[in-house]
Structure formats: structure tokens, C-alpha cells
């Protein structure tokens, strides 16, 4: 049976960025990686938890992102926690960079992923929740699940 070139696959998600966040925009971004950090990620050991991007030099890295060492690799392995260039357009870049540069707007990633053959981030725009806000999207949640509990109940 062949697989489908188009099938995604998630290695990693950032649960916590939408709860910390509201997401502005989102990208999709190639992610510039080592060879045995292709074969790390094919085993699923990442981690994009307490990662962020940073603009140096008008292009985008991920900062603080894990890729655990690859198990069977030798003395070149890669370093784990080393910054990862990521890749996507010149314009929409630099659209971003302006974003960036405003008052309490950040990149995080949201998922890493498998696109076909290729390493994929989902990177967001963001700006940060107030606490307030946070406990209101909490009591939506429980009311869908609430509603959800009863509706099952009911069939």
C-alpha cells in the first residue's frame, strides 16, 4: 500500500501557546535541520514546549526547541537544543519582523510536523493573554463539554 505524499504526521504541539496566547496569524515554515536530526524526529523524540522565534539578521530561527540526539549516531551528532533557521518567504518575513518589533507580539510555534517527506513548523503570531481571559475561555470549554455529556446522555 502507498502512502499518501500529502500525509501529515505530528511529531510535536505546543498545548500550552494557545492557552498563553491569542493567535494573530499563523505560517507554515520549513525547518533547516542536520542529518541526524531527520532521523531523531522520525523516532518522535522533540520537544517545541518552551520554544519561541527570533528574527537575527532578517531571517527567522526557533530558539530553545529540543531534538533529542540520535541514538545510533556517532561523534557528528547534532547538538539538541541548537537555534534552527526556519524558512518561508522573504516578503512574509519581513511583514512579520514589522509585527514583531510592536509592543507585546511574539512567535511560538504550534505543532512540528511531517509534510510528506518534509520537516514542517506551524509558527503564530501572537500576544499574550491577561489572566481574565484565561479563565473565560476555561469556563467555555467545561460548558461545550458539559453539553456534550448531556447530548450523549440523551442518545
Known sequence: MARDPEAIRVL???????????????????IELRGTEVK?????????AESYGHFRHGELYLVGSTVAEYS?????????TRER?????????????????????TIVPLQLYFKGHLVKVEMALVKGKKLYDKREDMKKRSAERDI??????RR
Open 12 to 30: 510535536a504541539k505546543n498545548r500550552r501557546a494557545t492557552h498563553e496566547f491569542h493567535v494573530l496569524e499563523k505560517l507554515e515554515c520549513g
Open 40 to 48: 531523531s524526529l522520525r523516532v518522535g523524540q522533540c520537544s517545541i
Open 72 to 80: 545510533h549516531g556517532n561523534i557528528h551528532n547534532h547538538e539538541p
Open 85 to 105: 533557521r526556519l524558512l518561508a518567504q522573504r516578503r512574509q518575513l519581513r511583514a512579520w519582523d514589522k509585527k514583531v518589533r510592536e509592543r507585546g507580539v
Open 148 to 153: 456534550d455529556r448531556a447530548f450523549s446522555r
